[in-house]
């Protein structure tokens, strides 16, 4: 078998500097094909597996503005939620005590109100003077500024309806975590939940020593989801102590999640990009391959004939060529089997 393989490369090592030319019936017969190869520039790029993770820093803590009890719970763990929506109920005694102060301090206006356009009717036919006019002209507008305020106080705890105050999400996300229960005192210092703000989320991912070298923080990368969806990356740490267990190093990439495509625990991959190289993007099957050396055929005035070619990237059905050929030569791409086995008969 070792003379055998020998024998071939040895064969090849003559062929390519014969030519073969076939009938054109043979051509034809045998499906042989050729495609004019024309030089193209490409990004050579790697994947690596990643895991998708919450921003710590995009966290958010769901808690109540003020002392009360959580009435209802609108959420769960894992729940995805909007920012806006309602999450939670709360009953607080503070937030009753300033409605019922409000509608007090309506009253107050109303009643100040109605004196005060008496008093302007009394002014205007000149049966009173301007002070007792004036006087209740500040009554009228310190009771508004009094409602105001307790309308600018409850306003500032959030939604209230029908005296209960309706906690919302403040950011578009996950819940990560639920720390109350229904009936649990809340306020500010007391914990409800937790939620990830999914508008921005960090991919880790375990990257060989040897690629690390050539990446920095800064970099762009690109992020390859569920159905080939690819959103763009920046890498923003690199942990050059390698894992003894992996023996990998860890970098982490921030990403904007538009339409939250990504989620907390999502399996992807890292696509990083290396140096531009120009060369000709032909089909892997028009490779005749050795041990140590890759063939093409291709198509000449004299007839076929067998070139030594540098392979720079090979795909899942293509190779890249960057050495060994040249612009508008014609590769054969079908039939490669019949030629090969021509040229070996032909060059013995």
Known sequence: MRKVFILVLFLFSLS????????????????????????????????????????????????????????????????????????????SPEINQIIAQIETAKVKVQTAKNILDREELLYKEEVIPYSRYFSAKVEYENAVATLKSLERV?????????????????????????????????????EIGKIADLSEVLVVAQIPPEEVKKIKVGDKVAIVGLDNVELEGKVILIDYQLNPQTRRNEIRISVKNKNFILKPNMFVNVRLFKATEEGFIIPKSAVIASSYKNFVIVKTDKGYTLKEVVINKVFTDNVIIVQGLKEGEEVVVSGVNLLKKELLEESK
């Open 16 to 91: 390519y500097a014969k030519y073969v030319k076939l009938n054109p019936e043979i051509e034809k017969n045998f499906d042989i094909k050729t495609v004019k190869v024309k030089k193209e520039k490409f990004t050579d790029k790697d994947e690596y597996p990643a895991v998708v993770i919450e921003n710590p820093s995009k966290t958010v803590i769901v808690s109540s503005p003020v002392e009360g009890v959580l009435e209802a719970l609108f959420i769960k763990k894992g729940d995805f939620v909007r920012k806006g929506q309602v999450i939670a109920q709360v009953i």
């Open 154 to 190: 409850l306003s500032s705890y959030g939604i209230v309806k029908n005296g209960k105050l309706m906690l919302t999400s403040k950011v578009s996300g996950v819940v990560l975590e639920i720390s109350a229960f229904v009936g649990s005192p809340v306020g500010v210092d007391k």
